[in-house]
């Protein structure tokens, strides 16, 4: 089936190491997304790539890269993970620009860093 | 992007019409309205979007005001499927500019 893979789905970390997120789409979308969902907080955008090659800072950055070698991949790693990035993660991509082309979501990536 | 303002939390009847509101008192006039909406531990899914006429699909219906300034999402037969979180944002269509999602507003369907 067509669409997002996010892995893992579930990770225990523990402060100070280093942890990459990745996620996969198969539609061929230009445009993709890391957001990051916190109780009361709502969903936060940390990074996008409107393009391969391409990566830029949302709301919430500090703490997280992000690379785009090719179309289809867009890992975000948290090099030396802290409690405060404990979250659910959720990838997103989407393929028009304009006002077209809505978001797809994978089913997110929850993370928890003692 | 405009920033908009919606309940924290509503109610509706399962059968009934669920109608969320949405402000956004500064939006721009080439900024749109989008509707998403996360049901629990789910990745958001988009429902409709619109510029000024009212757009209707097969989810749902959006009712932006004359002015521009606030708009209503309309669930015409809400399900005890429909509880979920509903997430109102103001985009510029032009680019690829991200969407910034806000806290939105949680639907509880009620049997």
């Known amino acids: 089936i067509a669409g997002i893979t996010q892995a893992p789905t579930s990770q225990i970390l523990a402060a100070g190491r280093r942890m990459t997120l990745r996620c996969t789409q198969d539609?061929?979308?230009?445009?993709m997304y890391w957001y990051r969902q916190d109780l009361g907080l709502g969903l936060r955008l940390i990074h996008y790539s409107n393009t391969a090659g391409t990566t830029g800072k949302g709301e919430v950055p500090d703490g997280y890269s992000v690379s785009r070698a090719n179309t289809d991949d867009f890992p975000l790693t948290l090099a030396s993970a802290v409690p405060s990035q404990t979250s659910v993660y959720f990838c997103?991509?989407?393929?028009?620009?304009?006002?077209?082309?809505?978001?797809?979501f994978g089913e997110g990536s929850r993370l928890t860093v003692l | 992007d405009a920033k908009t303002t919606q309940p924290t939390s509503m109610d509706c009847a399962e059968g009934r019409a669920a109608n969320l509101p949405c402000n956004h008192s500064t939006i721009s006039g080439n900024e749109y309205v989008y509707w998403y909406r996360q049901i629990h531990s789910q990745g958001p899914q988009y429902i409709i979007h619109?510029?000024?006429n009212n757009e209707t699909n097969e989810m749902a219906s959006l009712i932006i005001t004359e002015d521009r300034k606030s708009s209503t999402l309309i669930l015409p037969h809400a399900t005890l499927r429909d509880t979920a979180v509903y997430y109102c944002i103001v985009r510029v269509a032009v680019g690829n500019t991200p969407l910034v999602f806000g806290k939105g507003t949680r639907l509880s369907v009620i049997a």
């Open positions: 539609m061929r979308h230009n445009a």
């Open positions: 997103a991509s989407r393929k028009d620009q304009g006002a077209g082309g809505e978001l797809f």
């Open positions: 619109g510029l000024k």
